[in-house]
């Protein structure tokens, strides 16, 4: 990887990266100095187009021999660990960028930052102990509609909450004898982004949503908020908590489809911890485990079934 760079009053000003991969992971240091800021139009494809390299001729450059790491090309980003700003438009353009990984101290972002961003996408953020639990995570969920799915963790590695904010969007809707526009709400997405109080997570107003999503979102996603909060229950009252495991009871043959389809069998192990198998469940899900030849899912839950459900004993009378 080769970095364009300018020396700023604090650190290092990161302008634009090159390399091959998708995945990019900034350097902490350069010349023994923090990177601290990422620069306007950082990763945009349409800034270098314009030859904006020459409006910095007092930066410094790591060698030009890759290509540039912008557009289309950026799918993964880990900020490093002092890093406290993004520029504006830093990801304009950026279409396939699906995750970004930064700590806690990374508080401000430029206007527009992420113009021209689509599809879901995955933030993980990294609290640091002697910080004060605050992010700007309220700022990039108003800045996306599509989904975002939210891991907060601790220095240790250890996971505090995994959150899914819903995509939403907004709709003009015509009232034609009226002679009158209004604007018409479709998703959870836009209540689930207001459960923020000092940029810090409100948890139960978090959970609060759910009833609003349960009759707006899919199955996919509702089976990820649920596996959420009851995997990691930070700030889950014991009233929510009961919500959550009730609707997995009540929904248990989509949820068990669903979490089949999953890369792990955490879903599918959290249902088992938490009762909320049926044997209509087991059935389906290892029907269609059996079909897609997943053989490890079909596994567990012939075993699971096989404890929760053990098979009757047949009696005979003489």
Known sequence: MKVFYRKIN?????????QE?????????IDGLPVVRIGDYAFSGNYEKEGSFEVWEDSLYQGRDLPAYCGERVEAVHFPEKAEAIGRYAFY?????????????LLQLGAGIFTGCRGR???EITFEENR????????????????????????NGEILSYLIFPEHYEEAVENTPARILFTQHHGSGNHYRQCFFQRKIKYEEYDRQ??????????????GIVYGRLRY??????????????????????????FGDWDTLDGLRLMEKEKMFTEEAFDGAMKKASDNRKEEVLSYLMEARRKLFPPKRKTFEL
Not at 10 to 18: A, K, N, P
Not at 240 to 253: A, C, D, Q, T
């Open 10 to 18: 604090h650190g290092i000003e990161v302008l634009r990266c090159f």
């Open 21 to 29: 991969d998708s995945e990019i992971w900034i350097p902490a240091e």
């Open 93 to 105: 353009g950026c279409r396939n960028l699906k995750a970004l990984f930064f700590r806690n101290r």
């Open 121 to 123: 996408m995955e933030i």
């Open 132 to 155: 004060e639990p605050i992010s700007c995570l309220r700022e990039i969920c108003g800045e996306i509609r599509y989904e975002l799915d939210v891991t907060c963790k601790q220095e």
């Open 210 to 223: 759910f009833p609003l999503a349960e009759a707006q979102e899919s199955m996919e996603v509702l089976a």
């Open 233 to 258: 229950p930070t700030g889950l009252t014991e009233q929510k908590r009961e919500m959550y495991v009730r609707f997995g009871r009540n929904h248990s043959l989509e949820l068990a489809l669903v």
